[in-house]
Structures are given as C-alpha cells and as structure tokens.
C-alpha cells in the first residue's frame, strides 16, 4: 500500500476499532456483495436490434456526448474497462435488445445462442448475468401497451417474447452457476385518463401467470416484477402499479422490483424494503436517482442511496437483496458515468457495514438524544480511509485516478466513433 493510504488506514482502522467495528472483516463482507450492473448505460438503451428505432416506454435518455457504443464488441470493451475501476463482487444486467445475430431475429423467437457472446464474456470476466425481456422500441409496443394489449394476438407476441426470455435467463444461470435474476418491466399505461382502468389489469395478471408458468429452477433462474408510478406519456395511467405488483409477487412467490425512481416524490424505497420482505422472499432493486421525476440519473452517493445501504446492512437482508442499477444518461462519459454510479453503490454499503452498534443499542435503550448524536458522528468517521485502502487492495485507482484512464480511454476510442 502506499505510504499515506496506509497511513490513513491505520488510524481508521484504530478508531473504528474503539467502537467495535472489525475494518478487514468490513472490507472481506464489501468485496463479496455483487452489484449488478446495467449494460444500458452503454448506449442510452438502443440495443443492438435496429439502431435506428427511437427508445419508447416511457423511459428517456438525454445528452449526446460522443462515444456511445454500437456494437456488442463496443459496449463489452467500454464494460471491461468500467468494471476495471470498480472494486467488489460485478454481475451483469442485459436486456433481449442486446441481443447479437447475423440476421433479424424478432423478439418472439429469440434464444439462448443469440446470447453466446455475452456468455463467453460474462465467463471470461468471472462475473454473473441477469436478464430483461425488452418491451419496448418495437413496432407492436407504440401507446404504450404489451401485456396488456387488448388485441391478443399482440398480447401473446409480448406473452412469447417474456417466455423465450426466462429460457435464456435459465441458459445464463445454467452455464454461469448462479442464478439470472429475470426483471419484468412493461411500459403499459395512459396518457390521458382511461376509462377502463380493470381490463389492462386483469390482462396483465393473466398474461403474467402464462408467462410464470413453465416451472424453471431458481438454481438458474429467478422472476422478478417491476411496477411504477408513471412514464413520459403514460401520465395519466399505470397497469403494472405498485399495488399491483406488490400484491402480485407475493401471491405468486416471485421477486418484487424496487425502482428508487417509480414512487412518488417524497416516498423512498429505503423504507419500503422492510415492508416487501416481509412478505416477499427476495427484493431486487434498481438503484437510481430521480431528480424531480423518474430520471434516471447517474447513482451518487446522496441520503437515499445511503438510506439503502443502511437498510440492507441493518436489517441483515443482503443475502435476500439482489443490488442493480438502472439508470441512463447520455450527457457525460458514459463509462465514467457506470463508474461513478457503481462506486458510490459500493461506498454506500462500506459505510453501512462500518456502523457501529452503539446506534442501536440507543435505540434500543430509548435514548434518542445518544442514537441522533451517533448518527451525526457516523456521517464524518474516516470510511474514506477504509474505501482507499479497499481499493488499493482490489488494485483499482484510489480516489479520482481512474478518470485520468477513462480519459484516455475517450480520446483513444470513444472519439473515434462516428
Ligand atoms: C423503466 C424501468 C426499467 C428500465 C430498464 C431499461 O422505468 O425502470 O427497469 O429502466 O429495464
Ligand atoms: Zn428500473
């Protein structure tokens, strides 16, 4: 280590130490915590389908800042240096849109080899996949409307699309040896206000349960819904909502999918997480940032996302919390925006397992004025200390030494995209 993180390092491990708190145990737990990262982040969620279709959903990027990968060799040499930045346990979090073949394939008949690639990689680099059917920037997706489309034979094209899906994700799980975790998300709403809020709803249930109902291991495969309060032109009306959802995956024993940027604004998913899990097995959250709406940006290290980490680590739920990120922005370097966002994940978790438990015990002995004066002291312990020395270890830059790669990295490749 060099000589001033090793510096630091000593008198935080010190002062930790005082209150209890073990540093190397910490950093051992840290490193272990898979953070599944999203591979859209890459390329403002275009895919590799048809570059020219225009994103729909709901969902949007901003920004054109060059360098945004077209290729599927594109976006996994923009990953491997991202992932090279990042210390701690990676997966990673594909939608069927990043799909590579020679020729069209349509979203109906899409299988496991079209997926080969990104296999071989995720090997390669020793890291987990996740998975997404895409219901979205496709020609049977415009008003916002799939799943429970009321014609049905479109509904069944989107039934079909989410069925081939859970096969690849079990062909992940199969060949990678650890579980895909399968996210659906549909875009399915209103603009304006409907008048028929029951049968989209009822059509969703019913198109879920078809989809659910080829029994997959969860050796290999794991289902999750994930529900939200609003899209851009979806303002009015939302199928998959948060009530239905939250009822849904727990009637059926799938996963629930906690979006930080799907509620309304003064609700946080950190306090929604102790609610779900007691009545759902596993959570997946999509960590983000919502700035004023759902907007998807770049994960930092704020409150909420601090609020997260906490809650994981206090409520000992992080074995039953599946950690992704979504979020999409367009207007910086989009590798550095992966790794800033990752980061911050992580430092959010180290920061939570460094907690000593004299904030607890005050609670629990109702001396508020100790547990609040704790808190406020937690803020400023010298966990940075603790993440530089971490970093060194894992051999990852420590503080902003990456960006200066990350640079060279644009003016080498990213600047030569057309
Ligand atoms: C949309 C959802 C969904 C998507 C990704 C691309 O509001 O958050 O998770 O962002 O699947
Ligand atoms: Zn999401």
Known sequence: MTVSVQA????ARESFGELGVDTEAVMAQLDRIPISMHCWQGDDVRGFEDSSRALSGGIQTTGNYPGRARTAAELRADLDLAMAQIPGAKRLNLHAIYLESSHKVDRDAILPEHFAGWVDWARAQGVGLDFNPSCFSHPLAENNLTLSHPDPAIRQFWIDHCKACRRISASFGKALGTPS???????DGSKDVPVD?????????????DILAEPLSREFHKDAVEGKLFGIGAESYTVGSNEFYLAYATSRNVMLCL???????????SDKLSAALCFVDEVLLHVSRPVR???????????????????????GVLARVNIGLDYFDASIN??????????????ALLRALLEPSRLRDAELAGDFSSRLVFMEEHKSAPWAAVWDAYCERKEVPVGSAWLDRVKAYEKDVLSNRG
Not at 181 to 187: H, R, S, T
Request: proline residues 4%; hydrophobic residues 45%; aromatic residues 8%.
């Open 259 to 269: 979006d930080a940027g799907h509620f309304h604004p003064t609700e946080v998913v």
């Open 293 to 315: 709406w759902d907007s998807d940006h770049i994960v930092v290290l704020d409150d909420e996302t601090q609020a997260i980490a906490n809650e994981l680590v206090r409520g």
């Open 197 to 209: 809020r029951f049968g989209p709803r009822q059509r969703l249930l019913h198109a879920l349960d």
């Open 334 to 347: 989009r590798v550095a925006a992966w790794v800033i966002g990752t980061r911050n994940m992580r430092k």
């Open 181 to 187: 975790v399968m996210n659906i998300w549909v875009p």
């Open 8 to 11: 630091a390092y000593s008198l």
